[in-house]
């Protein structure tokens, strides 16, 4: 969501800052109900105090014992009553038509967002680590995990349809430890508050993180008015929706280890075998509240921290920052970090890290008060994956595979497996 007065004031780099992202100019249909609202509240502010006006006009004449004049006051106070109410209603309709456009326009990119339609435009920002070099040709990670016993996706069929998997015992733990692994990294080392939030939300809370109105086909809902939640951003960032925060408590770190759920509207065809793209997926997610002058720098901060992940599980991954088409809605800028996967001789999406400026703020009334001041301003809100941890476990199966179809297990792992240290079928 926007501040109107941004657009009042400079209609031309809103429009500008939308043109980025590939669309066509909204500011005058935006300003022209913008106008006939403010018409309407003024013509409201008119008769309400020519009512109250009239109001005491009404007893003054009573008092002299004039009823012509004080009838005609009381039919005059009744016209402007129902006037008054005809533009409240009339006013919550341009409200509303407002709120639909605005609702609907995505975050105004960062000046150094690179500019392109696709992904074909994103910038690498930098590698780390160098792909492992294999005596024989590995295998994808749905081969590892079938040939191992250790990976059902048939059964998981059976139970709920495509995009599902079940996991059994080693690797049903592995995706528990890793989990776990992340929580741990990110609470004891860099300041995350962990959280076990609802995986159930209602429409406010999923408009609050811009998942609606837009987005509404990509969730699941339930028939009486919940919301699964497609990440933890959603319930993480809403804690702070409708509240007030002093700045000495930001920035706020919070993270979580839930369940997700997606409906991958947009998506038939791509990725259908596999843990790449499923409908319930595990991951830790990394949320952060800050004030505006603070963000940019916790935007490096929450990258590094997602990044850290991979550099202990030593696998290599390069950053991208995403170009203005391929950033997501209400991002203002985003880097993704991408995981080697030698199965499919190419870079995945395992983290995207985004900066939202007030964007959301705006969407929840989530707002701080300024040390010193009177007022209070909006917070600036951040996410990132933290990280996918079914993408994490395909990652490590294609990494750590052997020639004999076992996985070995990444050194920080181990503690969390009972000191396993390889991964074998049936095991």
């Known amino acids: 969501m926007f501040d109107i007065k941004l657009i009042r004031d400079d209609p031309a780099a809103f429009d500008a800052a939308l043109a980025r992202r590939f669309m066509d100019p909204q500011s005058p249909q935006i300003l022209e109900l913008d106008a006939k609202r403010r018409e309407v509240v003024a013509a409201m502010q008119e008769a309400q105090s020519r009512r109250n006006a009239a109001s005491k006009q009404i007893g003054a004449a009573k008092g002299k014992g004039d009823e012509e004049t004080a009838n005609a006051l009381m039919a005059e106070v009744a016209d402007l009553k129902i006037k008054i109410q005809d533009g409240e209603e009339e006013e919550r309709k341009l409200d509303a038509a407002l709120k639909d456009i605005l609702s609907g326009l995505p975050n105004l990119p960062h000046e150094d967002v690179p500019l392109g339609e696709d992904e074909d435009a994103n910038v690498e920002r930098h590698t780390h680590g160098e792909p492992r070099q294999f005596n024989f040709e590995p295998k994808e990670h749905f081969d590892i995990g079938e ?20 996991l059994r015992n080693q690797l049903a733990r592995m995706e528990r430890a890793i989990g776990n692994f ?6 004891t080392e860099f300041g995350y508050q962990e959280i076990a939030p609802p995986l159930l939300v209602k429409d406010d809370a999923m ?11 990509d969730a699941f809902h339930t028939e009486d008015g919940y919301w699964l939640i497609p990440t933890a951003e959603v319930p993480l960032t809403n804690t702070v929706r409708e509240s007030i925060l002093s700045e000495e408590e930001l920035p706020l770190r919070l993270t979580a280890y839930t ?20 409908h319930q997926f595990s991951k830790v997610e990394l949320v952060s509240i800050t004030t505006p002058d603070q963000s940019a720098d916790e935007h490096e901060r929450m990258l590094s921290c997602a990044e850290e992940v991979l550099k202990r599980l030593d696998l290599p991954f390069r950053t991208m920052t ?4 391929d950033m997501g809605f209400g991002a203002r800028r985003t880097y993704d970090i991408e995981v080697w996967l030698p199965g499919q001789n190419a870079y995945r999406e395992i983290s995207s890290c985004s900066v939202c400026g007030d964007f959301q703020a ?6 701080y008060r ?6 209070t301003k909006f917070v600036h809100t951040l996410n990132g994956s933290g990280l996918a941890v079914g993408r994490t476990m395909v990652a490590i199966l294609e ?8 996985v070995a297990v990444p050194d920080v792992l181990q503690p969390y497996l009972g000191g396993l240290e390889v991964i074998t079928a049936n095991g």
């Open 147 to 166: 040939g191992l016993g250790l990976m059902d996706f048939e059964t998981a069929a059976k139970l709920s349809g495509s995009r599902f998997v079940i």
């Open 182 to 187: 992340m929580l741990d990294l990110h609470t």
């Open 207 to 217: 408009f609050g993180t811009n998942q609606l109105p837009k987005f509404a086909e």
């Open 259 to 278: 369940a997700c759920f997606r409906s991958e509207a947009g998506s038939a065809g791509r990725d259908t075998r596999g843990m790449i793209r499923q």
């Open 322 to 325: 995403l170009s203005t088409g």
């Open 362 to 367: 705006r969407r929840m009334n989530a707002r």
């Open 370 to 375: 300024p040390d010193g001041e009177k007022g």
């Open 399 to 406: 990494n750590y595979q052997q020639a004999d179809g076992s």
